[in-house]
Each structure stands twice: as C-alpha cells, then as structure tokens.
C-alpha cells in the first residue's frame, strides 16, 4: 500500500514523542492514573471501564480501593455487598468475576496480582486487553495495548485509513510501533489521544500532536471503510433495561423482595420474568426458600 511504503522509520520517531510530550502536558488526571496506585487498582480500573465513561467509574472506583484496597480484602467480602457497591455501572457479572478474579490472585498468587501477561490471561474474567494493560500501566511492560481508540490512531496515523476492524495482526503492528523508552507512556498517549482527539465521529486535527505526519491527513481524509454513524442499539424497552430495574431494586433493600415489588418495576409480565430468570440464572439474584427474591450471598 502507498501509505504505508512511504512511512520511514525517521516518521515513527516524530510520530511517538509528540504523542508522549502530548500526553504529559493534557492527559486527564484520572484517579487510577496518580502515583503509588497498585496494580490491584489498574486491575480494577480498567475491568470497571470496559464499555463504561470514565466519569462513571472513577467515583465508583474511589470507593472500592478505599473499601477493599487488596485482593485478599475483596475476596472475602460478600458477593451481595459487592453487587450493591457496583451500583449502575452497568453489566454486574464483572463484579462477579473480579471476585473469582480476587480469589484466584489470592490462592495462587499470594495475594499479589501477577505481572505477566500469560499469568493475568489465565484469572477469571481478564482477557487479552485487560492483561496487555495491567502488564503494561501497572508494572510498565512495553507490551502492545489496543483498544478501539489505539486501532483508530493506528489506522489513521500509520495506514492511512479513516478506521479498521480488529484483525490478528494488530498486536505485532502495534508491538513494533512502540518506542524503545517510554514505552507505556506512549500506550496510554495512543488511547488518551484517541478518546479525546483522533475521535470517530469528530477529530479535532487541528489540536493533534502528529498532525503533520498524519497519513490519513496527507491522503485527503479518505472515507471510512466502516460505517461508525449506524445507530447504536437502543435500551429502552429491552431486556437488559429490566434487568437493570430488578437489580436496583434488589440493591436497595435491604430484606429480600416479594414477587409483588417485582411486579411493579415492569408492565410486561413476560418480559419481566424473563430478565429476573436470567439475573438468577447469571448468579447475579436468587430466590430464598419462602419465594422472595434478594441478591446472591
């Protein structure tokens, strides 16, 4: 491809310490982001920000490492403790698997969060991006972290393309991009710059770092291969938004709930039984033995 012929290594350069300076001069102070935060905390940073706004999640994380500031705290707390402090984040079966997370941390790490990324791929609930990333921002790896923010930057800035769909090679693309110092910093740069720069709908280039080594700029701005206006599945009405209404329901009592307070939070009664099969069926609630309903113990 054209574009990516003409890209020398002398480009790379210019491209990874404008993003690295850019970075240390405007990154959002992040509460996960400040000195001395463990690897524990990354850990639940970024399985919290999964599909999740930061500005949602850092209050909620605030709580939880002054609540249960090591993996050995967390596993012994109570899952419906744990469901209740998750609040609306939004999909609750992470919090159950940062439990089993936690408790495999514990029983056979020590208690201390393993640093490679073999290790983290074999805890419940991490997979291949939430490991890159533990190794990488906790214990400063310079190992390859793509999200959807780091793949648009990648694909404008080196490809030449408006965006692209994850393929199997991304990993070694992004892996050789890396500078040899700073390697970290240049990660967190990449998905800082894409969430708040090199955006889908609305890039500001006129505010970007690597403007001026942008080949998707030098190409004239080409047109999305993919298709990123298409409307996003609404939730209002589905079974998911039911299940979010049960679920704070059940969090905030604090007995079990009769099937009549149930009934009340929904008009569509075989909807509504549906998402409350389900949150049982996902440990996420259970029914006591006099019918009620509560969240797991």
Not at 154 to 168: D, E, H, T, V
């Amino acid at each position: 491809m054209p574009i990516i012929l003409a890209l020398t290594v002398s480009t790379e350069h210019e491209i990874q310490r404008p993003i690295i300076d850019w970075y240390r001069a405007n990154a959002r102070p992040l509460p996960w982001r400040a000195p001395g935060t463990t690897p524990w905390g990354v850990l639940l940073s970024e399985v919290m920000s999964h599909q999740t706004q930061v500005e949602r999640v850092a209050p909620i994380w605030q709580d939880w490492v002054r609540r249960w500031p090591t993996p050995q705290a967390f596993a012994q707390e109570r899952i419906d403790e744990i469901l209740r402090a998750w609040g609306s984040l939004g999909y609750p079966r992470r919090a159950l698997r940062l439990h089993e997370c936690s408790r495999a941390i514990v029983e056979q790490h020590g208690g201390e969060v393993p640093a490679g990324v073999d290790a983290l791929l074999a805890l419940p609930g991490i997979g291949d991006y939430t490991a890159r990333a533990v190794a990488c921002f906790a214990f400063g790896q310079n190992v390859a972290v793509v999200d959807t923010n780091v793949r648009r930057v990648y694909a404008r800035a080196i490809l030449g393309r408006a965006n692209m769909k994850p393929r199997k090679a991304e990993l070694a693309d992004v892996a050789g991009f890396l500078p040899a110092t700073d390697g970290p910093t240049f990660s967190v740069g990449l998905m800082e710059l894409g969430a708040l720069i090199c955006t889908s709908r609305a890039p500001q280039c006129h505010a970007c770092p690597i403007a001026a080594h942008c080949a998707w700029l030098a190409a004239g701005r080409p047109a999305p291969l993919i298709d990123e206006t298409l409307p996003r599945q609404t939730f209002q009405r589905t079974d998911r938004q039911v299940r979010g209404k049960i679920m704070k329901l059940l969090r905030e009592s604090p007995e079990p709930v009769p099937q009549a307070d149930i009934d009340v939070v929904w008009p569509d009664g075989a909807q509504r039984a549906r998402a409350l099969f389900s949150l049982i069926e996902d440990g996420l609630a259970e029914q006591t033995p006099d019918g009620r309903f509560r969240l797991p113990r």
